[in-house]
T-cell receptor
Framework: QKEVEQDPGPLSVPEGAIVSLNCTYS??????FMWYRQYSRKGPELLMY????GNKEDGRFTAQVDKSSKYISLFIRDSQPSDSATYLC???????????FGPGTSLSVIP | EPEVTQTPSHQVTQMGQEVILRCVPI?????FYWYRQILGQKVEFLVS????????KSEIFDDQFSVERPDGSNFTLKIRSTKLEDSAMYFC????????????FGPGTRLTVL
């Protein structure tokens, strides 16, 4: 069983749409949950992180973690063409651990 | 804003040759990492480095790979005898200290093995 799974897409939405990106993980020992954004041929860039279960909001982005179902979500409101990228969900067991990435979901926001 | 830098941005080499990928982590960071991403696949952990020694390494990080922090600023990944399957983007990352804080990723080095 893969440690972190997500639908690779591609996902294409019109500008202004609400985007929902989802991810599941297998190991209940994971404590930290992150969403990274990766533009083509660039390094991952941290968008948001959450410790344990709960919601976190930052501007147009909301991250949700449900540890009981091992489910991670990222919502993007009022999506913009500049949001077009690959979104990687990721986890850590401990704060100094290696990051375990999902395969990423490719998102295109069409003007 | 401080950032992780990597050189070169693209390296082309012949199979069997040695390559050294270089990274300059953010200056006050203490934890260092190498990851790789084969085209179309997920980002995978290779090795972590703290206090001048390897903390953890993955199955990918075999005897052909080594890491070094030769001075106070550089962090290098050496591949002794490259194989075709080593072709990938290699990302360096660094982290400030213990407790949760962000791993900052560099822009990557694209390694092409012919």
């Amino acid at each position: 069983q893969k440690e972190v799974e997500q639908d690779p897409g591609p996902l294409s939405v019109p500008e202004g749409a609400i985007v929902s990106l989802n991810c599941t993980y297998s190991n209940s020992a994971f404590q930290y949950f992150m969403w990274y954004r990766q533009y083509s041929r660039k390094g991952p860039e941290l968008l948001m992180y959450t410790y344990s279960s709960g919601n976190k909001e930052d501007g147009r982005f909301t991250a949700q973690v449900d540890k009981s179902s091992k489910y991670i979500s990222l919502f993007i409101r009022d999506s913009q063409p500049s949001d077009s990228a690959t979104y990687l969900c990721a986890t850590l067991k401990t704060s100094y651990d290696k990051v375990i990435f999902g395969p990423g979901t490719s998102l295109s926001v069409i003007p | 804003e401080p950032e992780v830098t990597q050189t070169p941005s693209h390296q082309v080499t012949q199979m069997g040759q040695e390559v050294i990928l270089r990274c300059v982590p953010i200056s006050n960071h203490l934890y260092f990492y190498w990851y790789r991403q084969i085209l179309g696949q997920k980002v995978e952990f290779l090795v972590s480095f703290y206090n001048n020694e390897i903390s953890e390494k993955s199955e990918i990080f075999d005897d052909q790979f080594s890491v070094e922090r030769p001075d106070g600023s550089n962090f290098t990944l050496k591949i002794r005898s490259t194989k075709l399957e080593d072709s990938a983007m290699y990302f360096c990352a660094s982290k400030e200290g213990s407790g949760y804080n962000e791993q900052f990723f560099g822009p990557g080095t694209r390694l092409t093995v012919l």
